[in-house]
């Protein structure tokens, strides 16, 4: 697995199939999800991408929540990520200028233009942008103007 920590320094991925997530603990959940990009990758002939971030989201933007306890460091989450053969982990500094991005700006100048995904697989209830404003809704969006695939998951 190649670990990136410099969205400038990004290779240019092949057809990527991508999920965002903190992935803290990497639970069985984010194994079916992991399980199912490497395998919509193996299908379009692509790349498997995990964008994690670090810190912690809520670190970050609630810094005197008590009530987050990670399970994972950084290096453990990357070990527990390379162990599932993913091909590429995307570590990107989460900073107050990133949370602010608009919904809109986070599909196109990060998702878009960082990567150019073929394909994108999120939870169900996953939320980006300010104020966690963009969803599934905004996603298919984007699909249906030709930008991409995307995928949403449930745990079953």
């Not at 987050?68 to 990107?92: G, P, R």
């Not at 169900?124 to 995307?150: I, M, P, V």
Request: charged share 20%.
């Amino acid at each position: 697995m190649q670990v990136h920590t410099q969205l400038s320094q990004l290779p240019n991925f092949r057809n990527p199939v991508i999920t965002i997530g903190t992935f803290d603990g990497v639970h069985q959940g984010h194994r079916r999800i992991i399980e199912r990009i490497k395998a919509l990758a193996a299908d379009c002939g692509g790349e498997s991408v995990v964008i994690t971030f670090e810190p912690h989201p809520r670190l970050l933007l609630n810094p005197g929540d008590q009530s987050l306890t990670l399970i994972h460091t950084i290096l453990e989450k990357t070990e527990a990520l390379s162990a599932l053969n993913v091909d590429h982990l995307v570590v990107v500094p989460f900073t107050l200028e990133f949370a602010r991005q608009t919904a809109e700006a986070y599909v196109e100048d990060f998702l878009i233009g960082h990567f150019h995904p073929h394909t994108v697989v999120i939870g169900y209830d996953h939320q980006f942008g300010a104020e966690r404003s963009g969803n599934y809704q905004l996603l298919e969006r984007y699909k249906q103007e030709g930008d991409f695939n995307w995928r949403k998951f449930r745990f079953k």
